[in-house]
Nanobody, 125 residues
């Protein structure tokens, strides 16, 4: 599967952005999808993940502000980001992992084998 992330940009603190991750290939529904971010000088970290059944995971730092979703018909995953803070600024990347139905939701960077290019999110204070 190939992934293409988009939707980043410059936004003021308190603003919103929606990131999209479009996948090519077959059987998108068989993949768990994750959003990750990496700020300068920091390690890549998980932001949110969504499984085949729509189960979700959020990092504590984004709970209540970000929402991950997926549209299997469009083979696209989304990350709705609200109430953005300067500390949310980073390069955001999406990733995919083929999972079986009963698998637990992968939430670690190393769990994912397919990665899209990043999209820059800048938050001005």
């Amino acid at each position: 599967v190939q992934l293409q992330a988009s939707g980043g940009g410059l936004v003021q603190a308190g603003g919103s952005l929606r990131l999209s991750c479009a996948a090519s290939g077959h059987s998108f529904y068989r993949y768990a999808m994750g959003w990750f971010r990496q700020a300068p000088g920091k390690e890549r970290e998980v932001v949110a993940a969504i499984g085949r059944s729509g189960d979700t995971y959020y990092a504590d730092s984004v709970k209540g502000r970000f929402t991950i979703s997926r549209d299997n018909a469009k083979k696209t995953a989304y990350l709705e980001m609200n109430s953005l803070k300067p500390e949310d600024a980073a390069v955001y990347s999406c990733a995919a992992k083929h999972v079986i139905v009963s698998a637990s939701l992968p939430t670690r960077v190393d769990d994912y084998g397919y990665w899209g290019q990043g999209t820059q999110v800048t938050v001005s204070s």
